[in-house]
């Protein structure tokens, strides 16, 4: 059992958790972020998550692991060997989530959407569309951070590693910007939403 306490020393120890002035992928405005791709650097910590994350769907007869380019590719593969099934992974191509390199659905196929962090599960509900529009039962949404501390929903069962009330804001009601704080930066992998 992977305690919350173990999970935010895992954070720690790989660098995730980063303070400052950062511009989130849904363009708020935040006072810290999660850089969940440096989990990835290692696999005692990749390992450790992903299983603890897949321990939470066993037995539900899982067929595929997917989740969105580019965060988690990598979690698809580790939380998919854990539950002994095929994974995909669904990218952008022009600006649209498509599935592409053969990936493809079989109606009825059972199926787990997975994402390093969430925030306003944006990215989440674009994989489902595309597992529904294929036919796939989405048997439920699995994260290392839910960093909306519990309030985000799927319609499906929701597990999350830990989850962690993380403060943003709008740009415009930002209160680093408002104190006169450097302009704010924009660490993650996706172009800001404008």
Request: glycine content about 10%; proline content about 5%.
């Amino acid at each position: 059992m992977l305690t919350q306490e173990r999970v935010m020393e895992i954070l720690k120890e790989a660098g995730v958790l980063l303070e400052g002035h950062f511009r989130l992928t849904s363009g708020k405005h935040s006072n810290q972020y999660l850089q969940c791709a440096k989990i990835f650097r290692n696999t005692k910590y990749s390992e450790e998550l992903c299983s603890a994350l897949a321990e939470e769907f066993q037995g539900q007869g899982i067929e595929v692991v997917i989740g969105p380019a580019l965060g988690a590719v990598q979690m698809t593969y580790e939380v998919s060997r854990w539950l002994k099934c095929e994974n995909f992974f669904a990218e952008r191509e022009n600006g649209v989530m498509t599935l592409r390199r053969g990936f493809a659905f079989r109606p009825g196929q059972k199926v787990l959407v997975v994402e390093d962090v969430v925030t306003t599960g944006g990215s989440v509900r674009e994989v489902m569309n595309i597992v529904r529009e294929q036919g796939g039962e989405i048997v439920g949404v699995g994260a290392i951070v839910d960093r909306t501390g519990g309030k985000v929903d799927f319609g499906v069962p929701f597990h999350a590693v830990i989850s962690l009330d993380v403060e943003s804001w709008e740009p415009e009601d930002c209160p680093l910007c408002k104190a006169g704080a450097p302009a704010p930066i924009k660490p993650g992998s996706r172009p800001q939403a404008k």
